[in-house]
């Protein structure tokens, strides 16, 4: 996949840090934080490129990829509180106390265009897969909720596991039922590590659903027409 990103180089006293967005923002896509349910809900542009960006993130380590959601048009279901997304290497080691700083000193930035390669995340994505039977696993996805942003932390596999989840929702959720009348549609569930001091209960995880945008009468289905056949004139 083609990534259309802009690229950020903001210091922190001696040190230098790379963050990257989507250019174009995510306009009908929005996440909710995991309290301990969190609800991300999109069209399929925005799932698609999510899924690049975690993606990106898989063989990004050095880099942060910021995916600013709190500006897009605001979504008419679920409850909480509404969230960026900032995608975090394990090893980065950055304490989501520094990163209000880091955002307030983005800039504007400069245009950057990447490619993900699908062949390695499917690899990736498949090793993650192959671990989920070990009892001693330790690299699910863990999060923080900091400054109005959900702050993922994960590595090479699970952040490309993330993305393919993330695709085949994109792919397969147009095909739901109901979805050309505006209803969402459960696609998958994102597993977190629950945060030090939780408090037990429900496990933390994060709904990915997909949902058209309106005016629903354009939605098309996949393999449906770009338009309807007109009506054939009454006779005289």
Known sequence: MRLRLREFRPRTGPHEHRVVQPRQ????????APEPIGLLLGDHDGLNRLAGLFSFAACSRHTLVHV???DGVPPDEGVGELVDLLLVHHTYGLRPSTWPALRRALGP?????ARTDEARTARDAAAWRAR?????????LRHVTHARTLLLFGGRDVFAATAASLSHAAGW???QQGVGKGHMSLMTVLSLVE??????GHPDEVMVCFKAYPPYAHFR???EPASRPRRPAAAP
């Not at 945060?195 to 037990?200: E, L």
Request: proline letters at 22%; hydrophobic letters at 15%; aromatic letters at 0%.
């Open 25 to 32: 923002p995510l306009r009908h896509t929005s996440l909710r």
């Open 173 to 175: 959720g147009p095909r």
């Open 132 to 140: 989920q039977e070990r009892p001693d696993r330790r690299d699910d």
């Open 109 to 113: 930035g400069v245009p950057l265009t």
């Open 221 to 223: 289905r996949p393999g």
């Open 195 to 200: 945060p030090p001091g939780g408090g037990g």
């Open 68 to 70: 600013p959601l709190r």
